[in-house]
């Protein structure tokens, strides 16, 4: 194995993970739910999702984007197309570290007064929290490391990874490409 590198979810780790949370979803929501997927690291993990879940999903996207670096402060660069007011909805995460997005999101999307609001997140890196977030759906919870794959990212790249992986983010700010040879086999 690459320095630094670590398996968290295999394929089989993710196919149980996504399971659970569908079956989770199902038992909360027999009426349908909307799931609100932040873009773009939620997209693998939506996708597997609703095809994991017996209840019928409306699908739908927002974007967020920071106003300066460093600043914390997030804005909505695309909003969701449908109106969530009276329906149930789960934003779909990729990872909540800080808090800071999902609160946001989270401001923003009570203000329509959907009949629920709940979150639900691949990855929780709870060692991070700024702002406290209630997450109804935790795919996996992971220590204070930086992670990649499965719609995660550094500089754009490993989202298509089918593995969650630890990775060490000063041999990534070295070389972005560090790990694709270890990870994309050839
Ligand atoms: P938060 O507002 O700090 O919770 O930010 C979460 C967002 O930061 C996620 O939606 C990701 O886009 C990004 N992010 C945070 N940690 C990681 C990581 O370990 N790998 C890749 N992206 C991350
Ligand atoms: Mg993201």
Redesign the pocket.
């Known amino acids: 194995m690459v320095e630094g590198l670590e398996i968290l979810l295999d394929r089989e780790g993710i196919e149980a993970t996504v399971a659970r949370i569908a079956e989770e979803i199902d038992e909360r929501h027999e009426d349908g739910v909307v799931l609100a997927a ?1 873009l ?3 997209v693998p993990f939506l996708a597997d999702l609703v095809r994991a879940m017996s209840v019928r999903p409306v699908i739908d996207f927002l974007a967020i984007t920071p106003y300066a670096p460093g600043t ?1 402060r ?1 804005r909505l660069l695309k909003d969701l197309d449908i109106d969530i007011t009276d329906r149930d909805v789960v934003v779909v ?12 999101v989270h401001g923003e999307l009570s203000r329509r007064e959907p009949r629920s609001l709940s979150f639900c997140t691949l ?1 929780d ?1 709870r060692a ?4 406290p ?1 209630e997450l109804a759906h935790v795919g996996i919870e ?1 220590p204070d ?4 794959g499965y719609g ?3 500089e754009g790249r490993y989202r298509n990874l089918r593995v969650l992986a ?2 060490d ?1 000063e041999i990534l700010a070295a070389d972005p490409d560090a790990y694709v040879e270890a990870l994309y086999p050839a």
Do not use: Q
């Open positions: 932040v773009r690291g939620s914390g997030v995460e990729d990872i909540v570290d800080t808090g800071l997005n999902s609160a946001f990855v890196r991070r929290r700024v702002v977030i992971i490391r930086f992670v990649i995660l990212d550094h630890a990775a983010p």
